[in-house]
């Protein structure tokens, strides 16, 4: 039984001989350096406004009266939509949404203002397209509160003129009013829910990347992984000492992104840092562990590395940030479920912008722990069985306990 002495040498062996491969070879230093590093730079370049505000859309007047023109400053004066051009026909308007040049069209039909007087309700048709929809959201948004705002002020003055006093007449428009409170992100800024869930979904692609391509120099041929396992005096403190500089280096990296977000961009942190920092740290663990599965698995590395990267690759649509995971079907739903960024960005969203209490907060915390450790003994089961096929077998000749590094 090897002594514990013998094992912390091993682990630091394996260690900073880690650490020299990393130094040396650029192409592994630069993919888990200046690859996130740049790539979280222009994504924060891109959302650091935080709101997408005034975005152009056009207008179809056939009316020409001051009601339709009234509507067309309240639409104009909302925050996210700005009324950039004028058309004279639908099929023009139709061409520049298409071109994208603007976001969306609003029609105000012939007669609106001769209508609302008249008491009855025309159709004012707003076009937009779907496809962005992000952008058609928001321009539908301002558009939806400024029409309404319009045509409830017409129809309370009209009122207010027959003799109806105001209140009774704000009371029969709106018979039972609605509030409506946003809790977490009121001011729907970009920043703290999307940009916050981009960042650690580029870093679980990063990190399973990298970590397939990382182990797959060692596994990839049995001579390799006969060395490194001599040289960290066993299995597991080989394969800590294998893993470790990457997941300083990747928590160095989650730790300035978080710090800018906080700093910077005032991201709450209304639950527990502990917490989250715990969380941070297992995601890092079963990305490298499942990158590392990946390297052991597959053969030629490069199918290691393809594979990590299509399976983390698509996994931001299915977290449930830009679509609900219970709209979901089967498979989306259960592909967000296996990997460790879906629990992770649960556990973030939670201290972060919802406040979530401790006692209700544990969930995705445990079920990060049970993906670590069910990784983790499937790779050593992985190993055993393949150092046991390899020992059974005749050695190379070359095999040797000391390497050097190339």
């Known amino acids: 039984?090897?002594?514990?002495?013998?094992?912390?040498?091993?682990?630091?062996?394996?260690?900073?001989?880690?650490?020299?491969?990393?130094?040396?070879?650029?192409?592994?230093?630069?993919?888990?350096?200046?690859?996130p590093l740049?790539?979280?730079?222009?994504?924060?370049?891109?959302?650091?406004?935080?709101?997408?505000?005034?975005?152009?859309i056009g207008v179809l007047d056939l009316d020409h009266s001051d009601l339709s023109r009234t509507v067309v400053r309240m639409v104009d004066a909302t925050p996210d939509a700005a009324v950039d051009v004028h058309v004279g026909e639908l099929a023009a308007g139709r061409q520049l949404i298409q071109s994208g040049q603007i976001y969306g069209l609003l029609m105000l039909p012939k007669d609106l203002q001769r209508d609302v007087f008249a008491?009855?309700?025309?159709?004012?048709?707003?076009?937009?397209?779907?496809?962005?929809?992000?952008?058609?959201?928001?321009?539908?948004?301002?558009?939806?509160?400024?029409?309404?705002?319009?045509?409830?002020?017409?129809?309370?003055?009209?009122?207010?003129?027959?003799?109806?006093?105001a209140d009774v007449a704000q009371a029969d428009l709106t018979p039972i009013p609605v509030q409506t409170n946003a809790l977490f992100n009121p001011t729907l800024n970009y920043v703290h829910f999307l940009l916050a869930a981009l960042?650690?979904?580029?870093?679980?692609?990063?990190?399973?990347?990298?970590?397939?391509?990382?182990?797959?120099?060692?596994i990839e041929t049995n001579h390799r992984l006969r060395i490194l396992r001599r040289l960290g005096g066993g299995l597991w403190p080989a394969v800590a000492g294998k893993l470790l500089p990457y997941t300083i280096l990747y928590l160095v990296i989650l730790l300035v992104s978080?710090?800018?977000?906080?700093?910077?961009?005032?991201?709450?942190?209304?639950?527990?840092?502990?917490?989250?920092?715990?969380?941070g740290i297992l995601f890092?663990?079963?990305?490298?562990?499942?990158?590392?599965?990946?390297?052991?698995?597959?053969?030629?590395?490069?199918?290691?590395?393809?594979?990590?990267?299509?399976?983390?690759?698509?996994?931001?649509?299915?977290?449930?940030?830009?679509?609900?995971?219970?709209?979901?079907?089967?498979?989306?739903?259960?592909?967000g479920e296996i990997l460790p960024g879906t629990w992770y960005l649960m556990a973030r969203i939670d201290q972060?912008?919802?406040?979530?209490?401790?006692?209700?907060?544990?969930?995705?915390?445990?079920?990060?722990?049970?993906?670590?450790?069910?990784?983790?003994?499937?790779?050593?089961?992985?190993?055993?069985?393949?150092?046991?096929?390899?020992?059974s077998g005749k050695r190379p000749a070359l095999d040797t306990a000391r390497e050097t590094v190339p």
């Open 352 to 391: 972060t912008i919802r406040g979530t209490p401790l006692d209700l907060s544990w969930k995705p915390v445990f079920v990060l722990c049970a993906i670590v450790t069910g990784l983790a003994a499937l790779l050593g089961l992985l190993l055993e069985t393949r150092r046991k096929q390899t020992d």
């Open 1 to 35: 039984m090897r002594s514990r002495a013998g094992l912390r040498f091993g682990f630091r062996l394996v260690f900073w001989r880690e650490l020299r491969w990393l130094r040396r070879r650029y192409f592994l230093l630069a993919l888990t350096t200046l690859v």
């Open 119 to 165: 008491g009855r309700r025309p159709e004012v048709v707003f076009f937009y397209n779907t496809q962005k929809m992000t952008s058609g959201n928001i321009v539908l948004r301002g558009v939806s509160n400024a029409v309404p705002t319009a045509a409830a002020g017409i129809r309370l003055s009209l009122r207010t003129e027959q003799g109806q006093p």
């Open 38 to 56: 740049g790539l979280m730079a222009l994504l924060i370049a891109i959302f650091s406004a935080g709101l997408a505000t005034r975005l152009p």
């Open 199 to 218: 960042l650690p979904s580029l870093l679980q692609i990063v990190i399973v990347t990298t970590s397939s391509y990382s182990a797959g120099m060692d």
């Open 258 to 279: 978080d710090s800018i977000l906080f700093h910077f961009f005032d991201l709450p942190l209304r639950g527990s840092g502990t917490l989250l920092l715990f969380a």
């Open 284 to 335: 890092i663990l079963a990305c490298q562990l499942i990158g590392t599965v990946l390297a052991l698995v597959l053969k030629p590395m490069a199918s290691a590395v393809s594979i990590g990267s299509l399976l983390t690759a698509p996994a931001f649509g299915y977290m449930g940030v830009s679509f609900p995971r219970h709209g979901m079907n089967a498979f989306a739903y259960e592909w």
